[in-house]
């Protein structure tokens, strides 16, 4: 069991940036994947971003709506992986999910919230105009 906790969300205008985080419970060898997903009230939880790795390195994908806004990245380290919101949006506006799994994603399924064995709590991102 691997427990995800959520953190840096917070109020922005748009235009503005913001960093979240997200911190594994444990490490995990071998091939892993994690991934950020948001949902706005009334909505799907949809996908926003995953890296996979094994190792070193990684394979970064986004949704091609914040594609040159966000940046996934990790730290190995600190058991953590981190979303670079810039350029934020009002409709940037939702609660981010962090969602891991371990063992590698097919690149076709990394959007899919289905693909996934942990989720954390949440962390609210809010947009003003």
């Known amino acids: 069991q691997v427990q995800l906790e959520e953190s840096g969300g917070g109020s922005v205008q748009a235009g503005g940036s913001l960093r979240l985080s997200c911190e594994a419970s444990k490490r995990t060898s071998g091939t892993n994947t994690m991934g950020w997903f948001r949902q706005a009230p009334g909505q799907e939880r949809e996908f926003v971003a995953a890296?996979?790795?094994?190792?070193?390195?990684?394979?970064?994908f986004y949704a091609s709506a914040v594609k040159g806004r966000f940046t996934i990245s990790r730290d190995s380290a600190k058991n953590t992986v981190y979303l670079q919101m810039n350029s934020l949006k009002p409709e940037d506006a939702a609660v981010y999910y962090c969602a891991s799994r371990n063992g590698g994603v097919i690149a076709s399924q990394v959007g899919s919230t289905s693909a996934y064995d942990f989720w954390g709590r949440g962390t609210q991102v809010t947009v003003s105009s």
């Open positions: 890296i996979r790795w094994s190792g070193g390195g990684g394979n970064t």
